[in-house]
């Protein structure tokens, strides 16, 4: 539509006339010297006739130009025969010869961006007429970010998808929840790659055509079983008819960590050792008595064991090559591409991932184009390595929290030639491992996988509007893992002094799918139709075996060498072992359609129902049934909105209800399975106590049931109802999309809680719902100032809230694992009725004691301690029921990590071959339990942190004394920390020269710098506040020595010829 005058828009009016006067003043001033021909003229809407205010006025090939005014008048001087450009966002560009001296022009809205084409299952649909809760993220756009992963570059671009990383080791998934935690089980979205199902992490970003994210169950319905947690569709690109168009993409950077955690140097160390041996009633340390901490030289050894851990200037690089086009019968693509990232914990040797990609689509129109037939086929080949960075038993990184900085990195007196010391006989503490010697010595291993992922596929149209196709793919994983242990010695606890070993495993899956469909699109008089049937068959079948060598040969104990072939090992006692999987197979079948309907593109209606059995379930259990409906209303088609606001162009209400399923639990989860067992068993009544006995009658063999059965486990049901709005405003310069939603997940699969006296493992029953609900909201500006000025800018955010209904449980709780965060940590986070899934659970603080008299005064009040010798300065933990004792009916909930809201924003802009982009994304509302220290090792170093302790009345209320027995560390809110955060994840600075290359065959040749990961303002004091580490996969947010992500610099360059 246009702009019309009024009072409360004038001023908006002027607004925009004085910056676009201002950015064509600098611009003016170098334009052609003024000509006698002044033409003048106004420029209307075609649809009404209105002015429109602003248009931008160029004469073609000059720097010359205007804008019209707030009556959509104009003045520009120019030579007869030259050329006028008319251009304005939301309205189609139009040229005019000058021939006379008044030009009036009427400008055609623009409904391209309402015409935009979205990915739906199945196939696609105009944006204009969804009814689901969708979004799309272009695939250039996605390139423009360097990710290694296309799901990074997703985050902040989303609302309602929360993206987070895992790890900063190169290659680590993301973790990807849409809509909040909906189960207990697997909550990672379903990746179809061109209609199949595949693994997104290992796509080329090049690659990409786009990204489609159906977030309510009406969009997702269409896949039924496999749709509780969402769907990311992805679609890769295609070829195009006319000249052959070649891409080159390649960029070369540099990382280094973004922020360390701050550890205690040597002077600070020494003092908070003397202070808790004081507070324990021991004498403070004679420093001149330890020798093993000063160097040959007497300086005392102050090693930041944290920062040596780091490589500096680790390296990245990556290079795509594409090629496009095709004929009127006959299209393809073909791409190649190269990615190699270091990691910026202990670099290449330890840390490395690698990745070769392939990919050829085409497709070809036979007979007329009665028959199309086409295939999209990659290769992906990777390799990669990495340290350990799991749980505080298998994080590489963790050691280094610890470490005394009295503990040098090198030394030659380990027994082993290493160059790394050996703290075995230190006269300090013989206990410190060296977690550098460690990583450097201990981490080899190497994962090797190939991947194939494709489809082929055939259309007919036997008459005009009816399509048949079929659709065939297939993928197929193969990959091998080898590891070696070598001899090392790094002090009395980390060592490994008897024998090399080495280990390999090997697995294949392959998984084949077969899809049928049919669609037909119909009108009558103004009602539109589109009707979908299809069948989808799908097959799974995967083999697991692996090996292992405890003796290597003399000569071959070194990774190089470190085969199984090369081991001498003949029995499981000297670590001889093999293991396997047994036969890996699953199978489904569907059947699912859709009808639609739209009545001027006004009212429009959609409904899908999916039929889905699958062999995981017992015979009568195992189809499911999935429905959905989804509706929309355009109301500015409508004949009553004629006389609407002029800036109004585009207004649609969309509601829609929905269910999809979940299946994943892993097969035959519903029989009893029997395991076999050699063990020391004495038949007969002699001697039935006598252990001895038994052991002298040898072992036997028996079988017993290993879990119990049960037949009636079937689908997990996620039922989701969604009201949303899109518009356009302001000549579809401002787009908004709302949504506000409810999902409700029942039915969870989890293990069934039985007595340990039953003698079998659990069986997965059907118990437990959650509740999520939330809104989204995403605005986009797109504007055009001049012919060589355009910007845009996007916001959105999304809130969710996630509770608990029940669980099928005694106590109504899944309880957590221990021993997490340190020795003999307790549980610390659960699921539980009316909470939220994965909630830190522990004891609330009320600050420390202070004096004496406030510890009497508690005790008094009837408040329990629970350290039993409390002193000044350590911590008041929370009677909660006020019984005078603390224990665990005193733990609350102290928060999450699975944040309340996310945002994100972007602004880009491009002038004179000149572009800029800035992105950024946050979190508001989530925790995060952090522990870098082993509270049972009184030698461990500490972060600056506890530079804040209590040291006497009045100097701090929070962080307690140090003590050598660490009394107030038991789990508290002490541990959590609230991780509010925005990042800056994206700075681009980029300049096309195409425009000076006379060789017309170059369309682009664009260089950029860029920054990842830039900066991150936030009050968490770790290294990184975005952490989707979690002990189990339901619970995020525990720092036990997080991998942070890099912050990357780097150069590219993209040509296009």
């Known amino acids: 539509m246009n702009c019309k005058r009024s009072i409360n828009n004038h001023y908006l009016y002027c607004l925009l006339i004085g910056v676009s006067l201002i950015l064509l003043k600098p611009v003016t001033l170098h334009a052609e010297p003024l000509q006698n021909n002044t033409i003048t003229g106004t420029v209307v809407s075609a649809t009404d006739g209105e002015p429109l205010i602003g248009v931008s006025i160029f004469v073609k090939g000059t720097n010359n130009g205007t804008v019209t005014d707030i009556d959509g008048n104009y003045s520009i001087n120019v030579n007869t025969g030259q050329t006028l450009v008319f251009s304005y966002i939301g309205f189609i560009s139009q040229e005019v010869t000058v021939r006379e001296n008044v030009i009036n022009v009427s ?64 290659g680590s998934n993301m973790k990807v929840v849409i809509r909040g935690l909906g189960t207990v089980g697997n909550h990672s979205p379903l990746y179809l790659i061109d209609g199949i199902g595949g693994d997104i992490s290992t796509l080329n970003p090049a690659d990409i055509e786009s990204i489609d994210v159906l977030k309510d169950a009406a969009s997702a319905a269409i896949y039924g079983a496999q749709a509780a947690n969402g769907v990311i569709l992805i679609t890769t690109k295609s070829g195009r008819e006319g000249k052959a168009q070649v891409n080159f993409d390649a960029y070369y950077g540099v990382q280094n960590v973004a922020r360390k955690a701050d550890m205690l140097n040597a002077t600070q160390y020494m003092t908070i050792m003397d202070e808790q041996a004081l507070n324990s009633g021991n004498a403070a340390y004679d420093w001149n008595n330890f020798q093993s901490i000063y160097d040959p030289g007497g300086n005392l050894y102050d090693i930041d064991w944290v920062d040596t851990m780091f490589k500096k200037n680790a390296k990245t690089e990556s290079y795509s090559l594409g090629i496009t086009g095709g004929s009127a019968t006959s299209t393809y693509a073909i791409s190649l591409g190269y990615l190699n990232q270091e990691g910026i914990v202990g670099g290449a040797d330890v840390s490395n991932y690698e990745r070769y990609n392939f990919r050829v689509n085409s497709e070809h129109k036979l007979f007329n184009g009665f028959v199309k037939v086409g295939e999209q086929v990659s290769f992906i080949y990777r390799i990669n390595n990495g340290i350990n960075v799991g749980n505080q038993y298998n994080n590489t990184l963790r050691g280094a929290f610890g470490v005394s900085p009295l503990t040098p990195v090198y030394s030659d007196n380990n027994m082993y030639d290493s160059p790394y010391n050996d703290t075995s006989n230190s006269d300090w503490y013989n206990g410190d491992g060296n977690p550098y010697g460690l990583m450097m010595t201990n981490t080899n291993n190497e994962d090797k996988a190939g991947t194939f992922n494709g489809n082929l596929y055939a259309e007919i149209e ?39 070993s080495v280990s390999q495993n090997m697995n294949r899956g392959l998984g084949m799918t077969w899809t049928n469909t049919a669609t037909y699109d119909w009108t009558m008089n103004n009602h539109a139709f589109n009707a979908l049937l299809g069948m989808e068959a799908y097959r799974y079948e995967g083999t697991y075996l692996g090996a292992g060598n405890g003796i290597l040969k003399e000569g071959f104990d070194t990774w190089k060498y470190a085969y199984i072939d090369n081991g001498t090992a003949s029995s499981s006692t000297d670590g001889l072992s093999a293991s396997g999987n047994p036969h890996d197979e699953s199978r489904s079948v569907s059947y699912f359609g859709r009808l639609g309907w739209n009545w001027k593109e006004t009212y429009m209606v959609n409904a899908t129902l999916r039929a889905d059995g699958s062999s995981r379930f017992a015979r009568g259990n195992r189809f499911g049934y999935f429905p959905s409906i989804s509706a929309g209303w355009t109301l500015t088609n409508e004949p009553f909105m004629e006389n609407a606001p002029s800036w109004l162009n585009f207004l649609k209400l969309r509601v829609s209800w929905g269910q999809v399923g979940n299946q994943n639990i892993a097969n035959y989860q519903y029989l009893a399975p029997m395991k076999n067992s050699n063990t020391h068993y004495l038949f007969g009544t002699g001697g039935y106590n006598d252990e001895n006995a038994a052991k002298e009658l040898a072992t036997n063999w028996g079988a017993y049931p290993n879990r119990l059965a049960n037949e009636n486990v079937t689908w997990e049901t ?25 999902k409700n997940t029942k039915d969870w699969l989890v293990q069934a809680p039985i007595l340990a006296t039953v003698g079998a493992g659990a069986p997965y029953i059907n118990g437990g719902s959650v509740k999520n609900s939330g809104i989204e909201l995403a605005l986009t500006w797109n504007d055009r100032i001049n012919k060589d000025f355009s910007y845009n800018i996007g916001l959105n955010g999304a809130y969710n809230k996630n509770t608990v209904g029940e669980i099928p449980t005694e106590d109504g709780i899944i309880h957590g694992q221990t021993n997490q965060l340190y020795d003999n940590t307790p549980e610390f986070y659960r699921a539980e009725n009316g909470k939220p899934i994965g909630y830190f659970w522990g004891y609330k603080t009320n600050g420390l004691f202070q004096n004496e008299q406030e510890i009497t005064d508690w005790i008094a009040a009837g408040n329990g301690v629970l350290q039993n010798d409390v002193k000044p300065g350590d911590v008041k933990y929370t009677d909660v029921n006020h019984d005078g004792v603390i224990d665990d009916n005193d733990k609350v909930n102290l928060g999450k990590g699975m944040p309340d809201f996310t945002f994100g924003f972007n602004l880009s802009f491009e002038y004179k071959g000149f572009d800029f982009s800035v992105f950024t994304s946050g979190a508001v509302g989530q925790q995060i339990v952090q522990s870098y220290r082993s509270h049972t090792n009184k030698y461990a170093n500490y972060t600056t942190a506890i530079l804040n302790r209590w040291t006497g009345e009045g100097t701090s209320n929070k962080i307690p004394r140090v003590t050598e027995q660490n009394i107030n560390w038991q789990f508290s809110d002490l541990f959590v920390h609230d991780a509010d955060y925005l990042r800056i994840s994206n700075i681009t600075l980029g300049y096309d020269f195409s425009r000076f290359i006379k060789q017309k065959f170059i369309s682009q040749a664009r260089i950029y710098t860029q920054v990842q990961n830039a900066f991150t303002f936030t009050k968490y004091e770790g290294m990184d506040p975005e952490i989707g580490y979690g002990v189990d996969g339901w619970v995020t947010g525990i720092d036990v020595g997080y991998y942070p992500r890099p912050r990357t610099i780097l150069f590219g360059v993209s040509l296009k010829f």
């Open 462 to 500: 036997p008459i005009k509007r009816l399509k048949l196709r079929t659709v065939f793919g297939a993928v197929y994983n193969a990959s091998e893992y080898r590891s070696f242990t070598p001899l090392y010695h790094f002090s009395i606890y980390s060592y490994n002094d008897t024998r090399t």
């Open 718 to 742: 996620s039922e989701q109802a969604n009201i949303g709005l899109d518009a356009y405003l302001l000549n579809t310069r401002l787009g908004v999309n709302l949504d506000l939603y409810t």
């Open 107 to 170: 400008l055609a809205e623009d409904t391209e961006v309402l015409d935009e084409l979205i990915v739906i299952g199945y196939g696609v649909q105009a944006k204009k007429l969804s009814t689901g809760a969708t979004i799309q993220v272009k695939g250039d756009e996605l390139n423009k970010m360097n990710t290694i992963s296309p799901l990074q570059a997703l985050q902040g671009k989303t609302p309602g998808v929360n993206i987070t990383s895992t790890s900063g080791q190169p």
